[in-house]
């Protein structure tokens, strides 16, 4: 049995550089340009699955991702290590998108792929952790779905034993193929990248495609305009507090810590 298998990453800001994080006030986007991004890290293990699973049955690993021009660099480390080709989807077309009109927008070009067995994913990711994009996905793609998986065994051809986490256990499914899946962080640990997986990435192909090169996307439902979601008011908090540095003994200024939670009024 061969199987073709889907893997959806998202380019997430890097956590080291979480502090440059901003919205925009006018469109009410996270400001991505110049922050580095990496592969939200259970799409990581959504990918790192499916190689497993290629490995066992072969066939051909494919990742995709909607996102700027500079996810190419996420792809490159997917593809470093082991996935077969990579699929960039973006266009201003797509921008401001919420989970629906990504999901719509990730539907319809993995239906132009015509053979997808398994569409893995991360439950969530690491920035919006909304978990809704994987039962999205599903029911765009007209694919039985399942969220927070955590155990993949094969019961026989084309069918799958999958256990899914809850707060106080898990559930017991089977599945036969195709699936989506949306994966959680104990499904499996990604492996490390060796400079032959960089080497061979180079090699491999990305294919970039924007609005017109999918088949039968419509407007009314990418981009912001597409989006049921849409941001509110932005309020930024008032931080005129001043600062003090107490200096002292570790004994003395927990006295001058005290002697000013008195001088404002609470008894201690």
Sequence with gaps: MSLHIVVCIKPVPDPDHYDRVT?????????????????????????????????QYGGKVTVITMSLPSADTNLREALAMGADEG?????????GADTLATSYTLAKA????????????????ADGATGQVPSQLGEWLKMPHLWNVFSIEDVEEKKYR?????ENGYKEWEGTLPLVLGVSRELAKPRH??????IK?????????????ICGIEDEYIGLSGSPTQAGEIRTPEMGRSGHKLEGTTEEIGIQ??????????TI
């Excluded at 015509?114 to 893995?120: C, R």
């Excluded at 999958?162 to 809850?166: A, D, L, Q, S």
């Excluded at 990248?193 to 960089?198: C, F, H, K, Q």
């Design 162 to 166: 999958i256990k899914t986490k809850y």
């Design 23 to 55: 919205i925009a006030p006018d469109t009410k986007r996270i400001v991505r340009e110049g922050i580095p991004t990496v592969i939200n890290a259970v799409d990581k293990c959504a990918l790192e699955k499916a190689l497993q699973l290629r490995a």
């Design 110 to 125: 993995i239906s132009q792929l015509g053979d997808a067995d398994l569409v893995m994913l991360g439950a969530e990711s």
């Design 257 to 266: 810590i005290l002697e000013k939670i008195r001088a404002g009024g609470i």
């Design 201 to 213: 990435a180079k090699n491999k192909p990305i294919t970039v495609l924007g609005k017109n090169d």
């Design 87 to 95: 699929i960039l989807l973006t266009d201003r077309a797509f921008a």
């Design 193 to 198: 990248i060796g400079a032959m997986g960089i």
